[in-house]
């Protein structure tokens, strides 16, 4: 089992532009959560993915979006990036009805 | 609304000393409590997790936990540290309760264990 796995490891981008990251969940797993790690603070949720419609979201702009594939893996999309969205993101896929989350080793997003 | 305070953003202690991480909880429903480890450069690994059972948990590496509903506590200890149990720690509260709740992390303690 290959657990829940992050692309790309890294990534450099410059304010303005785009950006996609993409997360495959631990087997038999059906649901996805994206969640911010700024440095030294904790993940924040910024949105979950079920049956491939978001199903809950947190504080986070417009700018976030994401999809969630009949595969259930998941992208996360972040436009017009600003220097504050350099962070570690972080997916986790858990089983719905199940509450243990499962994190990846996430994709660290730095912005110039 | 659901909330995690984290006491101590950095916690020190000897090899073989005690490990005690602090934990308050604020929720409005009946709270499903985790505790999480993070070493450099990686992602979260669950450690435990309360879910209205026994008060007491026991994890992974030697860690458990103790639900105290009059304390709103959930603190974790390990009786013996070792070298390896140094990494950050957070406590998470599951947003809602139950399956779908997205997890609120707590700022995270920093385990640091000297030989």
């Known amino acids: 089992d290959a657990g829940v796995t992050q692309s790309p490891t890294h990534l450099i981008k410059t304010r303005g532009q785009q950006v996609t990251l993409r997360c495959s969940p631990k087997?038999?797993?059906?649901?996805v959560s994206w969640y911010q790690q700024a440095l030294g603070q904790g993940p924040q949720f910024i949105f979950q993915?079920?049956?491939?419609?978001?199903?809950q979201r947190g504080n986070f702009p417009d700018r976030f979006s994401g999809h969630q594939f009949p595969n259930y893996s998941s992208e996360l999309n972040v436009n017009a990036l600003l220097l504050g969205d350099s962070a570690l993101y972080l997916c986790?896929?858990?089983?719905?009805?199940?509450?243990?989350?499962?994190f990846g080793p996430g994709t660290r997003l730095t912005v110039l | 609304a659901q909330s995690v305070t984290q006491l101590g953003s950095h916690v020190s202690v000897s090899e073989g000393a005690l490990v005690l991480l602090r934990c308050n909880y604020s929720?409005?429903?009946?709270?499903?409590l985790f505790w999480y480890v993070q070493y450099p450069n990686q992602g979260l690994q669950l450690l435990l997790k309360?879910?209205?059972?026994?008060?007491l948990v026991k994890g992974i590496n030697g860690f458990e936990a103790e639900f105290k509903k009059s304390e709103t506590s959930f603190h974790l200890t390990k009786p013996s540290a070792h070298m390896s149990d140094a990494a950050e720690y957070f406590c998470?509260?599951?947003?809602?309760?139950?399956?779908?709740?997205?997890?609120?992390f707590g700022k995270g303690t920093k385990l640091s264990v000297k030989p």
């Open positions: 087997s038999g797993h059906d649901t």
């Open positions: 929720s409005s429903v009946p709270p499903y």
């Open positions: 993915y079920y049956e491939e419609e978001e199903r």
């Open positions: 998470a509260v599951s947003r809602w309760g139950g399956s779908q709740g997205n997890l609120i």
């Open positions: 986790a896929s858990s089983l719905d009805g199940n509450n243990e989350q499962f």
């Open positions: 309360y879910t209205s059972a026994a008060t």
